[in-house]
């Protein structure tokens, strides 16, 4: 069936790095994408999207990069600072008409 | 401007008992979403509300799970019995009409079922 996942459960990076958080999907008609971070504790807080017309998006420290081709997308931290330290989900508002979430990874910063 | 609220935070009961959990979404979102969190895993959505009507119902397990929305604003999530597999975080959501990509999300419920 339809799915979003991701590549590795966790990652750990230095603080200063730069962080790349890859999500694959399966199915070939979505067409929006969502990135959410959830810090311990709290819910999910919505961090940007893109659309397929697009390939790459920015916004303040992170860049979501779109490969329709091989159905791949990723989220790019740059500089990862201790408060980036959070499960981020990859999500496809449109699978199965309602919002799917993949299965997160958890980003470790190391001071 | 207040986020999504809900209550409890935490709750702690045996198994066979009931239990609910209530929701106040942001002021003028018409839409509602409950969702389940089981540890280690991403939400799973419950069930969708547009004003007070459930329009995705599909995910809910109807013999013990009920939810209401009876004036379009608040909502309660109720599951009896519980189960020792209901054992997890309860979500709440809420977002405008038509942008049902950016959901708010509240803190949640934490359910723990012994």
């Known amino acids: 069936g339809e799915s979003v996942g991701l590549h590795l459960p966790t990652l750990s990076v230095q603080e200063g790095d730069n962080s790349i958080i890859n999500c694959a999907y399966s199915?070939?008609?979505?067409?929006?994408f969502i990135w959410y971070k959830q810090e311990s504790g709290k819910g999910p807080q919505f961090i940007i999207d893109?659309?397929?017309?697009?390939d790459k998006r920015q916004g303040q420290r992170v860049t979501v990069l779109l490969n329709k081709t091989v159905k791949h997308l990723s989220l790019q931290i740059a500089a990862t600072q201790p408060g980036d330290s959070a499960v981020y989900f990859c999500?496809?508002?449109?699978?199965?008409?309602?919002?799917?979430f993949g299965g997160g990874t958890r980003l470790m910063v190391k001071p | 401007e207040a986020g999504v609220v809900q209550s409890p935070r935490y709750k702690i009961i045996e198994k066979k008992q009931p239990v609910a959990f209530w929701c106040n979404p942001i002021?003028?979102?018409?839409?509602l979403y409950w969702y389940r969190q089981n540890l280690g895993q991403g939400p799973e959505l419950l069930i969708r509300?547009?004003?007070?009507?459930?329009?995705?119902d599909s995910q809910l397990p109807k013999d013990r799970f009920s939810a209401e929305r009876l004036k379009g604003v608040d909502s309660t999530l109720k599951i009896q019995p519980a189960e020792l597999g209901d054992s997890a975080v309860y979500l709440c959501?809420?977002?405008?009409?038509?942008?049902?990509?950016?959901?708010?999300f509240g803190e949640g419920s934490r359910l723990t079922v012994l």
């Open positions: 959501a809420s977002s405008l009409r038509g942008h049902n990509g950016e959901l708010f």
């Open positions: 199915n070939s008609a979505s067409d929006y």
């Open positions: 893109i659309r397929s017309n697009m």
């Open positions: 999500a496809d508002p449109n699978a199965g008409n309602m919002l799917t």
């Open positions: 002021s003028g979102h018409n839409t």
């Open positions: 509300y547009e004003n007070e009507e459930a329009v995705d």
